[in-house]
């Protein structure tokens, strides 16, 4: 894929997109061995750049969509010795990092990358992307406790959004409520918190969506790479413009 010089630079971390147009009308920058001091140019994977003499190194970017098991945390590094997310993409070359966290016993959706201006930009509020939990609660939930969840509950860091809550079913034989939550914040353990709040303490969790990226086809523990237009389509919802 093609792309503008000044963002590739700044994509490399050489400098802000605005600081690198400046090193390229001041002819600092170099495409295959020659001078480029024109703003438009785009370049290819292939290119070969130097700023002042010295090669930039490209990193390639990756975007991994994740089946996160319970009992994982997610970080790279667990200093209690704990499995950790990292643990199931040691054979992934580029440096990738959790988008966000699931809890160590919330299974589900996690997006890995190591594109730093979408991982910034899908976790600031004002743009969150809708994630779908599905909950199993113990016992019967009443429509009005579920309308609690719609309107927004009263936690200790504030009201949150209005949330889009669907009763799924009640399993008689377990007891056990099943219903989705959809909500665009991501606070620390919400979910989990929103039904503390109304009595119904969450017995299980699992992020089935994120977006319009589903599970679908992934099996748990299993990483697949988006494709370039799931790529688009995350960075669209999230406000980033090519
Ligand atoms: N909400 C929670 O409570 N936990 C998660 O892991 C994600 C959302």
């Known amino acids: 894929m093609e792309e503008r010089l000044q963002k590739v630079l700044a994509q490399a971390g050489v400098a802000s997109r605005r600081e ?40 390639h970017k990756v975007y991994l969509l994740f089946y996160k098991p319970r009992g994982v945390v997610t970080t790279m590094k667990d200093p209690e010795g704990r499995r950790t997310v990292a643990d199931y993409v040691r054979d992934v070359p580029e440096r990738v990092f959790p988008v966000g966290r699931l809890d160590y016993n919330t299974e589900g959706l996690l997006l890995l990358t190591n594109d730093g201006d979408l991982a910034q930009a899908m976790m600031h509020p004002s743009h969150g992307v809708n994630k779908t939990y599905e909950v199993t609660v113990p016992g019967i939930v009443p429509e009005a406790k579920l309308d609690q969840l719609r309107l927004g509950v009263p936690l200790e860091d504030g009201m949150t959004a209005p949330a889009v809550v669907q009763l799924a079913q009640y399993d008689h034989d377990k007891n056990l409520t099943h219903f989705t939550v959809t909500i665009h914040e991501g606070r620390n353990r919400q979910v989990r918190r929103m039904c503390d709040y109304i009595g119904f303490p969450v017995r299980t969790l699992k992020r089935v969506k994120m977006g319009s990226l589903t599970l679908k086809g992934l099996g748990r523990g299993r990483c697949r790479d988006l494709d370039p237009d799931e790529v688009k389509a995350l960075k669209k919802a999230c406000g980033l413009h090519d």
Do not use: C, F, H, S
Not at 35 to 50: C, F, H, M, N, W
């Open 20 to 59: 690198a147009e400046k090193y390229i009308t001041a002819g600092r920058v170099k495409v295959n061995g020659k001078v480029v001091r024109e703003l438009g140019t785009k370049v290819d994977e292939r290119a070969y750049i130097q700023v002042d003499g010295k090669p930039v190194k490209r990193e």
